[in-house]
């Protein structure tokens, strides 16, 4: 009996530590670092929390986020846009809140998909229905490559540059 109950401890104390190990993962030393850009203006607060997948000799639109299908916009778990106030994306009403930033890639077309279901691994659970706004912008050459993906925020407009695309949007 002692040897039976010696036997659960010592598999609850294993399972335990893996699980805490499991949840102190250092997500700085991922191949696609996570980065977060908080930007504040008026009483607008902006948050996007994202890793960066780097191009890696690889080709935007067909190696790595293929043109036309949903994409994370980024890597590991989706990349989340928080607003604290009501804002227009583009002219188009978006609640405060928490999304999952997901884009549809083209030559000369994203889509911006801000969907409800923020806490999502990549996009493999995406779904439409949760789709709280989508957008479409015109992307641009970048005026210098950007190995890693990188988002930036100014007052008015965010930009996403990766290799040599820049992908514009406002928020007002």
Do not use: C, H
């Not at 980065?35 to 997948?53: C, E, W």
């Not at 279901?117 to 439409?128: I, S």
Request: no cysteine.
């Amino acid at each position: 009996m002692k040897k039976i109950v010696s036997a659960i401890l010592l598999l609850a104390a294993f399972t335990s530590s893996t699980f805490v190990f499991a949840q102190a993962e250092d997500k700085s030393k991922r191949p696609s670092p996570p980065a977060v850009v908080k930007t504040s203006n008026n009483g607008l607060d902006i948050t996007i929390d994202y890793s960066q997948p780097a191009v890696k000799g690889r080709t935007i639109g067909t190696d790595i986020a293929p043109y036309g299908e949903v994409w994370r916009t980024g890597a590991n778990e989706a990349t989340t846009f928080t607003v604290n106030k009501d804002v227009k994306i583009e002219g188009k009403d978006l609640k405060a809140g928490t999304y999952a930033l997901f884009t549809i890639p083209g030559k000369d077309k994203w889509t911006l998909i801000f969907n409800k279901q923020a806490k999502q691994w990549g996009a493999f659970k995406y779904d439409e229905k949760q789709d709280a706004l989508r957008v479409d912008v015109t992307p641009k050459k970048a005026p210098a490559f950007t190995e890693r993906m990188a988002f930036a925020s100014n007052p008015g407009q965010v930009s996403l540059m990766w290799g040599d695309t820049e992908v514009d949007f406002s928020v007002k």
